[in-house]
């Protein structure tokens, strides 16, 4: 008898031991499947006016998405694009819609989101917002993803400088890219003399501006005017994509001699991937006005250089040397 009682209290004693188990365990579970229900990563793209075949940043952005789809195997509804007809309130109205609808990240193509982005982003700050080619928005839950210009310009000027059998110009309003040019070309031909000039539509003024110059690299991406002119005079023209919509016109491809690429693939894989992982891309840009995202240039996959003229071909050595010492800067 003295064995059966032990033997029973035994028993009993690990019932209730096991009942506690399922009771802590039948508490744990429904809050970490409530967190993992909380969080489901999905991808938006609200594009800017004109939606596909722009052969702008929509096509580019788009492109990059695709690839990105593909790479981490995105489908409907985890992923979604949008048009726009570029009003103020259709911005507004469409990147609520995607906030509300649990778009855990939201990138937006073109200036025209950025006040749209600002006030969304304060209106809902779990949400990671994406800003393509601009470095102006400061809260934490928005990534500026910004392409430096300054490398860009930096190996266009070594490029002009060393096809050139006359003058190069630049062309642009912004000194501290006009400065990268200046470098790039005094470092092929330390005592070159670009034209340096601010195109404001007047043509009769571009084409004084112009004689004697056989190369230019032109900032002017508002019409097709400024290539248009040195497509007729048969200027040598490096152009810049995709900011230049124009330089994809087929029958004017013969005075293209380089396109500079930003290359969307990069920071789209880089923001989807990141998005994945309940994170987001917040490098610091500017630490004094609190500007968060990620700086793509010639370094860092950001920056391609295509070359289609046997000159600027022959200058890849130059190239090489010029990417080089750009990477040896950061």
């Known amino acids: 008898m003295t064995l059966s009682v032990s033997f029973h209290q035994e028993r009993d004693s690990a019932m209730r031991i096991k009942a506690l188990v399922l009771i802590l365990?039948?508490?744990?579970?429904?809050?970490?499947?409530?967190?993992?229900?909380?969080?489901?990563?999905?991808?938006?793209?609200?594009?800017?006016?004109?939606?596909?075949?722009?052969?702008?940043?929509?096509?580019?952005v788009h492109a990059a998405l695709e690839i990105a789809k593909k790479?981490?195997?995105?489908?409907?509804?985890?992923?979604?694009?949008?048009?726009?007809?570029?009003?103020?309130?259709?911005?507004?109205?469409?990147?609520?819609?995607?906030?509300?609808?649990?778009?855990?990240?939201?990138?937006?193509?073109?200036?025209?989101?950025?006040?749209?982005?600002?006030?969304?982003?304060?209106?809902?700050?779990?949400?990671?917002?994406?800003?393509?080619?601009?470095?102006?928005?400061?809260?934490?839950?928005?990534?500026?993803?910004?392409?430096?210009?300054?490398?860009?310009?930096?190996?266009?000027?070594?490029?002009?400088?060393?096809?050139?059998?006359?003058?190069i110009a630049f062309i642009g309003d912004s000194d501290m890219i006009s400065e990268a040019f200046l470098a790039g070309a005094k470092r092929v031909k330390p005592k070159i003399k670009p034209v340096f000039l601010t195109y404001t539509g007047d043509i009769k003024t571009l084409s004084e501006q112009l004689v004697g110059v056989d190369i230019v690299y032109s900032l002017w991406d508002k019409d097709a005017t400024v290539f248009q002119y040195t497509t007729t005079q048969k200027i040598g023209y490096i152009a810049r994509k995709p900011d230049q919509y124009f330089s994809s016109i087929k029958n004017a491809q013969g005075t293209i001699v380089a396109t500079l690429t930003k290359n969307l693939t990069t920071p789209l894989s880089d923001l989807v991937s990141a998005a994945l992982a309940n994170s987001a891309i917040i490098d610091?840009?500017?630490?004094?006005?609190?500007?968060?995202?990620?700086?793509?240039?010639?370094?860092?996959?950001?920056?391609?250089?295509?070359?289609?003229?046997?000159?600027?071909?022959s200058a890849q050595p130059a190239i090489r040397s010029a990417l080089s010492f750009l990477a040896k800067k950061r």
């Open 25 to 60: 365990i039948a508490t744990l579970v429904p809050t970490y499947s409530v967190h993992a229900q909380d969080v489901v990563p999905k991808v938006a793209v609200a594009y800017d006016i004109g939606f596909l075949g722009d052969n702008s940043y929509n096509d580019a």
């Open 71 to 167: 790479k981490y195997r995105l489908v409907e509804p985890f992923v979604r694009e949008v048009p726009t007809n570029g009003t103020v309130v259709d911005r507004l109205t469409r990147l609520r819609f995607l906030a509300k609808n649990g778009y855990t990240l939201i990138i937006t193509v073109g200036s025209g989101y950025r006040d749209i982005v600002r006030r969304v982003a304060i209106e809902y700050p779990e949400t990671q917002f994406a800003l393509i080619n601009d470095k102006s928005l400061s809260q934490m839950n928005i990534s500026n993803i910004y392409f430096n210009e300054e490398d860009a310009a930096f190996l266009a000027g070594v490029l002009a400088a060393h096809i050139t059998k006359r003058k």
């Open 284 to 313: 610091v840009l500017d630490e004094g006005n609190s500007i968060y995202g990620r700086e793509y240039n010639a370094s860092n996959g950001g920056l391609a250089i295509q070359l289609n003229s046997s000159a600027a071909k």
